[in-house]
């Protein structure tokens, strides 16, 4: 049992809480590859899965990643693999 009161927010008019189901989240990071339909189907897929919302990163590798990195990764804006 918890001692103090359960702490609760709302996300588009759902409960969330220890009292209430659990919200899921499916984090689809930078998996997009900064492709907007890709995106969507992501989200689409997640949503299938039964994710009550989506995360996403969206990142440039020059401003992140060191010049000894960035040329490490063969000059890709991404570090995922094509």
């Known amino acids: 049992m918890y001692p103090y009161p359960s702490p609760e927010i709302e996300i588009a008019g759902r409960k969330i809480g220890l009292n209430h189901p659990t919200y899921f989240i499916a984090d689809i ?3 997009h590859d900064g492709d907007l339909e890709r995106a969507k189907l992501l ?3 997640a949503k299938e899965a039964g994710a009550d919302a989506a995360k996403f990163q969206n990142f440039r590798a020059p ?3 060191s010049d000894y990195g960035f040329k490490s ?10």
């Open 29 to 31: 990071a930078a998996n």
């Open 43 to 45: 989200i689409r897929l």
């Open 63 to 65: 401003k992140i990643v």
């Open 73 to 82: 990764l063969g000059g890709q804006l991404s570090h995922q693999a094509s």
